[in-house]
C-alpha cells in the first residue's frame, strides 16, 4: 500500500468513525478492499455533478437565459416540468435492461457524458439563436438532458449499493450535500463580482459551458471505481410492473390521497421561475441579481433542511402542510405587492428573498412527501408505491407545465396565483392524511 492509499484510507476512517477494523454491511470482501477509492471517486464526481446542475438550473439560470435571449414565457413554463419528468418516465422503460448488466457503472458514466453534450448544446444555443428558436432548441437540449439523467439515476444507486457499505451511504450523501452548498454559495459569489462588469449573453453561454464541462470531468472520474460483476436476474420491465400496480389507486385510499396530495405540492417547485421573471420584469436582467437567487436558493437549503427533516420525524404529514401553506402564501403576498403596492415591486431585495423563503418551502415539500411514502409502507410496498406514484407525478408535470404555458398567456402574476392556488388544496389535503410515524 503506498501512502497515498493510506492517507486516502485514514481520512475514509476519520470520516466515518471507523476505529478498529473495517465494517463492510451488506458488501463482499472484495468491494470492501475499495471503498476507501471508491467513496472519494463517488463523492468527487457527485459534488461535481451537483455544481453543474446548480448552474444550469432550470428554476433560476435557465429560466435567466431563456428571457435573456427573448424565448416566449410559454415555453419558459414547461422548463423545469421537463427537467423533472423528463428523468423520472425513462427510468421505467429502461430499468430492465440496465439490471441485465453485470457492471453497471458505464450506465452512469454514459449519462454523464450524454448531460454534458445536452448542456453545453443549451451553451450553444444561447450564443447563437434568439427568440422562439432559442426558446424551442433549449427545450430539445433539456429533454436529450433528462433522459440522460434517468440512465444516471438508476445506475447510480446499484453502483453505491455494490460498492459502498450501509451505513455508510448516507453520510456519503451528507458530505457530499455539504460540499456542494460550500461550491454553489462561492458560485453565486463569483457571479456577484462578475456582474460588476457590463456582462452579456457571453458571460452566461461560458457559465453553461462550464457547468457541461463538470458532467465530463464527473464521468471520467466515475469510471475510475472499482465495481465488480453483481447479479443480472430478476430485472423486471419497470413500466409493465407500474401499470400492473395502478390498482393500488383504486383500492388504497391512504395512497390515493398521498398521490393527489402530492400533486398538488408540485406548486413549490413550477413556481420558482416565474419569480426569477418577475425580478428581470421589474428590477433588471444584472448578472448580480441571478447570483443573489443562486446564493439565496443554496442558502434556503443549506439552513433549512435539517429542520424539516427533524419534524418530519414527527410528523411528515404536518411538513408537507406547513410547507404548501408557506408557498401558497409568499405567492399569494407577491401577488399583493405587485398589484397594489407598485414601489415595492421595484426593489432589489424583494425577489431574492422571496426566492429564499420559496427555497425553505421547497425543501419542506421534498422532505415531507419522501418521508411520508417511506413510513406508509414497507417492503414490496413501499416499492410498489414508490414506483407507481412516481409515474404519475411524471405525466402531471408535463400537464400543469401545459397548464403553466396557457396561463402565461394570461401574465406572470397570474401563473402564480394559480399555483398558489394549488398549494392551498395541497395544504388542505395533506392535513387530511394520517399520520404515519
Known amino acids: 500500500m503506498n501512502s497515498k492509499e493510506s492517507n486516502l484510507e485514514q481520512l475514509y476512517d476519520y470520516l466515518n468513525d471507523e476505529e478498529d477494523a473495517r465494517t463492510c454491511k451488506a458488501i463482499d470482501d472484495k468491494a470492501c478492499k475499495e471503498t476507501p477509492k471508491n467513496y472519494f471517486l463517488l463523492l468527487v464526481s457527485n459534488m461535481l455533478t451537483s455544481l453543474g446542475d446548480t448552474l444550469s438550473n432550470p428554476k433560476t439560470v435557465l429560466t435567466w437565459v431563456m428571457s435573456y435571449v427573448n424565448a416566449p414565457v410559454m415555453l419558459i413554463s414547461f422548463i423545469v416540468p421537463i427537467r423533472e419528468s423528463g428523468s423520472m418516465l425513462p427510468q421505467l422503460f429502461i430499468a430492465h435492461y440496465i439490471r441485465q448488466k453485470p457492471v453497471r457503472k458505464y450506465v452512469w458514466v454514459l449519462g454523464s457524458v450524454l448531460q454534458f453534450i445536452a448542456i453545453a448544446g443549451i451553451g450553444f444555443v444561447a450564443l447563437s439563436f434568439e427568440g422562439s428558436a432559442a426558446g424551442w432548441l433549449i427545450i430539445v437540449c433539456l429533454v436529450a438532458f433528462s433522459l440522460a439523467r434517468g440512465l444516471c439515476s438508476i445506475a447510480f444507486k446499484d453502483v453505491l449499493g455494490k460498492t459502498i457499505p450501509k451505513q455508510k451511504r448516507g453520510k456519503l450523501k451528507g458530505y457530499t450535500a455539504s460540499v456542494s452548498g460550500i461550491l454553489v454559495l462561492a458560485a453565486g459569489l463569483f457571479i456577484l463580482y462578475k456582474s460588476k462588469e457590463n456582462v452579456g449573453i457571453e458571460f452566461y453561454s461560458y457559465l453553461i459551458f462550464f457547468a457541461s464541462a463538470l458532467w465530463l470531468i464527473a464521468a471520467l ?31 388504497d385510499k391512504q395512497f390515493r390521497n398521498f398521490v393527489i396530495t402530492r400533486s398538488l405540492l408540485l406548486c413549490s417547485a413550477l413556481t420558482a421561475p416565474f419569480y426569477v421573471l418577475l425580478a428581470q420584469r421589474y428590477v433588471g436582467k444584472e448578472a448580480y441579481l441571478l447570483g443573489l437567487f443562486i446564493i439565496a436558493n443554496g442558502v434556503a437549503s443549506i439552513i433549512s433542511a435539517p429542520v424539516w427533516g427533524k419534524m418530519a420525524d414527527k410528523s411528515s404529514k404536518k411538513v408537507m402542510t406547513y410547507s404548501a401553506i408557506l408557498t401558497a402564501s409568499l405567492g399569494l403576498l407577491i401577488v399583493g405587492i405587485i398589484q397594489f403596492i407598485p414601489a415595492w415591486r421595484d426593489e432589489v431585495w424583494l425577489y ?3 426566492f429564499f423563503i420559496l427555497g425553505i418551502a421547497h425543501q419542506g415539500v421534498r422532505l415531507g412527501r419522501k418521508t411520508y411514502i417511506v413510513d406508509m409502507a414497507e417492503g414490496n410496498r413501499r416499492t410498489d408505491y414508490v414506483a407507481v406514484s412516481n409515474t404519475l407525478i411524471g405525466f402531471i408535470l408535463l400537464i400543469t407545465g401545459g397548464i403553466s404555458a396557457l396561463a402565461a398567456l394570461i401574465s406572470v402574476e397570474g401563473i402564480i396565483a394559480i399555483l398558489s392556488g394549488l398549494g392551498i388544496l395541497g395544504a388542505i389535503k395533506s392535513a387530511t392524511l394520517p399520520n404515519v410515524e
Request: net charge neutral; aromatic share 8%.
Open 221 to 251: 472520474i466515475y469510471a475510475n471505481i472499482k465495481e465488480f460483476p453483481g447479479e443480472t436476474e430478476g430485472g423486471k420491465n419497470g413500466f409493465k410492473e407500474a401499470l400492473s400496480r395502478l390498482s393500488l389507486l383504486k383500492e
Open 352 to 354: 431574492p428573498v422571496a
